[in-house]
């Protein structure tokens, strides 16, 4: 199993910049496709980002966050990280990520592990 755990989350003014790190404990971390969603107030599970296994050669990218945010992993540190620039007010959410026993998806039900998630609050 892997336990993913997030942070750096917080308060940033809208056009900021945050990263997200995601660090998994587990001896085999390079095995599992990553990926990142979110949950703002009231609203379903969204997805974010997702990279392959095992070096992240292949990413992708929801359509309202693509070309602003960048995901990517470092298999030697057990991590994950989102890059969130020119944040807008939408991206205020609950932050989550997950890792699959499988290849990288955009479905929130094709993962096995979940961290707690981080808060992003993006104030305009």
């Known amino acids: 199993q892997v336990r993913p755990v997030e942070s750096g989350g917080g308060l940033v003014q809208a056009g900021g910049s945050l990263r997200l790190s995601c660090a998994a404990s587990?001896?085999?971390?390079?095995?599992?496709?990553l990926g990142w969603f979110r949950q703002a107030p009231g609203k379903d599970c969204e997805f974010v980002s997702t990279?392959?296994?095992?070096?992240?050669?292949?990413?992708s990218y929801a359509d309202s966050v693509r070309g602003r945010f960048t995901m990517s992993r470092d298999n030697a540190k057990n991590t994950a990280y989102l890059e969130m620039n020119s944040l807008k007010a939408e991206d205020t959410a609950v932050y989550y990520c997950?890792?699959?026993?499988?290849?990288?998806?955009?479905?929130?039900?094709?993962?096995?592990?979940w961290g707690q998630g981080t808060q992003v609050t993006v104030s305009s």
């Open positions: 997950a890792a699959r026993t499988g290849p990288w998806s955009v479905a929130a039900a094709d993962y096995n592990y």
């Open positions: 990279t392959s296994r095992p070096s992240g050669t292949t990413t």
């Open positions: 587990g001896r085999t971390f390079s095995t599992y496709a």
